[in-house]
Every structure is written in structure tokens, then in C-alpha cells.
């Protein structure tokens, strides 16, 4: 196949997963196997892709919270957006300044997707008599930044599963509520992301092949969009188990795969 091929496929991939609570980062890691290698600041670019989905999708909410922080209510949930995203950014600073790095062997992500199937079950089991709530708590705010700081360290655990079911976790037990509130604090966050990762590429001076980051970035944000908008009307009267599942067969095939050598 042709790069430019390679490139479409991972943008899809990519628009497909970020959201879903199956890991974006450890379906890439397993597709670059087979598509090729890419590097840090595209892989980033076109999650940022998928998070530009959310903006457009959520653009009157946000609207609404940037200009309306006169009323209480807008002011306590924004805050406490900021807060998280806070969180996230302390910890992935301090995490990065200890050289923790993603690892690049499938192992840990057949691990971490299995791990994360066997969570959403029990989680959805745990909350499933509770009262749906939909106050976002400063207990909340907190566990959703360490939830994202969690995922960045491990790939396969998904970003949006570990924010969402954080959230849950710590009493916002509204699926709905708790998938708006994680993907709200995605923006800033996976935005901040790039920005970083491109500030190191353009003081490394190492060459990066913007054309293919452009298409991924642009398949990405088309695909997530739809995704987004299909997964926001699902969770108001699903649970999430369905993704559960998805992640043990998903990880049992892994070890088939690294068992066959089809993998590493």
C-alpha cells in the first residue's frame, strides 16, 4: 500500500478509537506495526484531530461556559474543568521530567486492554443500583486528571475510559454526564499535547512530513466526529460493557498474535 494509504487508515483508526473506551494509543502501536512507524508529534497531531471533533460537536457548551461565567453554575463546572485539566498537566509534566516514556512492544497494551475490559465490568457493576448523578464534585475533577495522567503512562488503558470511568468511580454516575466532562477535559489537554510535541520537533530540527500529518489530522477529525456524535446518544441508554468485552477479545487475540510472532 501507499503512504499515503498507510496515513488515511491510521487517521481513521485513530478518529475511531480516541473516543471509545478501547484505547487510541495502543490500537496506533499495534497498527504501526503493519503501516509503519510514525512519530510522536503525528500520533499526537491527529488525537488532536479527534479532539477538534469534540470542539465542533460541543462548540455551544463551551460557548456557553467561556461567556456565561457570571452564572454559578457555569462557573463551579468550568473551574472544575480547569482543575482537571490542571491535574493532567502537572502530572504529565512531572512524568515526562522522570523519562517515562510509552513502550513500543505490544505486551504491556495486550496487558493494559485486558486489565481495562475486567474494570468496566466491575465498575458498571458497581454503580449499577446508584442514583444517576450529575454534579461534577471537586473529588471528581481530580480522579478524571489522574485518570488521564494513568492512561498517558500506560497505553492500552484509553484515555477517554480512564477519565469516564474515574468519574464514574468518584460519584458523577451519569454515563452522559461523565462522558461530557471527560471529553471536555480532553480539549485543552490533548491540545497542550501538540503544542508541546511540536515545540520538540521544531527544536530537535528533525524533519516531519506534514502532508501526512495534515491528511491524518483531517481523517482523524472527520471520523471522530461521527464517532462522537454515535457514542453521545449510545451511552443514554447503554452501558458501556459492550467496549468491556471488545477489550478481552481484543487482548486474547494480541497474545495469540505475539504467540505467532505475527507481533512484538
Do not use: C
Amino acid at each position: 500500500m501507499s503512504d499515503t494509504v498507510n496515513v488515511v487508515l491510521l487517521g481513521i483508526i485513530e478518529g475511531i478509537t480516541e473516543f471509545l473506551p478501547i484505547s487510541s494509543t495502543g490500537h496506533l502501536l499495534i497498527a504501526e506495526q503493519w503501516l509503519g512507524a510514525r512519530s510522536a508529534l503525528f500520533n499526537v497531531a491527529i488525537q488532536a484531530g479527534a479532539i477538534l471533533a469534540v470542539v465542533l460537536i460541543f462548540w455551544r457548551r463551551i460557548l456557553e461556559l467561556l461567556t456565561q461565567l457570571g452564572n454559578a453554575e457555569n462557573r463551579d463546572y468550568f473551574i472544575k474543568l480547569a482543575f482537571a485539566t490542571g491535574v493532567t498537566l502537572v502530572g504529565g509534566f512531572i512524568a515526562t521530567k522522570l523519562g517515562v516514556k510509552l513502550p513500543e512492544s505490544v505486551v504491556p497494551v495486550a496487558i493494559a486492554v485486558i486489565v481495562g475490559g475486567i474494570a468496566i465490568l466491575a465498575i458498571e457493576k458497581f454503580i449499577e443500583h446508584r442514583p444517576h448523578l450529575v454534579v461534577v464534585t471537586w473529588q471528581v475533577a481530580f480522579w478524571v486528571g489522574a485518570g488521564q495522567i494513568l492512561a498517558g503512562v500506560f497505553p492500552g488503558t484509553s484515555r477517554s475510559a480512564a477519565a469516564i470511568f474515574a468519574a464514574m468511580l468518584a460519584g458523577l454516575t451519569s454515563r452522559p454526564a461523565a462522558t461530557e466532562f471527560a471529553f471536555l477535559v480532553g480539549i485543552p489537554t490533548m491540545f497542550a499535547a501538540t503544542a508541546y510535541e511540536y515545540l520538540k520537533t521544531r527544536d530537535s530540527g528533525v524533519a516531519e512530513d506534514w502532508n501526512a500529518l495534515t491528511i491524518g489530522f483531517l481523517v482523524s477529525g472527520v471520523v471522530a466526529f461521527a464517532v462522537v456524535k454515535w457514542l453521545l446518544r449510545y451511552v443514554q441508554t447503554h452501558r458501556f460493557t459492550v467496549f468491556a468485552w471488545y477489550r478481552l477479545v481484543l487482548g486474547v487475540v494480541l497474545f495469540g498474535l505475539l504467540a505467532l510472532g505475527q507481533v512484538r
